[in-house]
């Protein structure tokens, strides 16, 4: 269903520039990804993009990764201000009560992110932080 978010490939376009310029200026970077524990209907996928749009301004960019994971890019947006963006959506989330399609309550798992970071060489690292490693969810 049509959720108001970009599509991934933009997104992905939107992160190797924000990424090349926070490296480049030294600003921050943030990232935050939201991810389903379970499968939910598709009719519900626009209440879950209303609820993250709903914490986001006109510079970020939201996209949904795949049906359980959906990723926000936070330009000029520090640890503090993304751990404060992912607590409000992730609560925001939790209110909706969604269930999964076998009638269970959904649990969210949120993962965060920051750069510029001196051991992060490509976007890609960044992205893999929030949706691969487990230490960052």
């Known amino acids: 269903p049509e959720t108001g978010l970009y599509v991934f490939d933009y997104w992905e376009h939107r992160l190797e520039e924000e990424f090349k ?15 389903i524990d379970g499968m939910i ?3 519900r996928l ?6 993250i749009l709903l914490d986001t301004r006109d510079v970020d960019v939201v996209t ?5 994971t959906f990723l ?3 330009p000029h947006t520090g640890p503090q201000g ?3 963006f992912s607590e409000r959506v992730r609560q925001g989330l ?4 969604l269930q999964d399609l076998a009638g269970e309550p959904v649990e969210w798992l949120t ?3 920051v750069s510029p970071d001196a051991t992060l060489a490509t976007a890609r690292e960044l992205l893999h932080r929030v949706i691969v490693d487990p230490a960052h969810i």
């Open 21 to 35: 310029r926070s490296n480049r200026f030294r600003f921050p970077l943030g990232l935050a990804a939201f991810r």
């Open 41 to 43: 209907a598709e009719e």
């Open 46 to 51: 626009l209440d879950v993009a209303s609820i």
């Open 64 to 68: 949904r990764f795949d049906h359980h």
């Open 72 to 74: 926000a890019l936070l």
């Open 82 to 84: 993304v751990h404060l």
């Open 94 to 97: 939790q209110e909706l009560r």
């Open 111 to 113: 993962a965060t992110t």
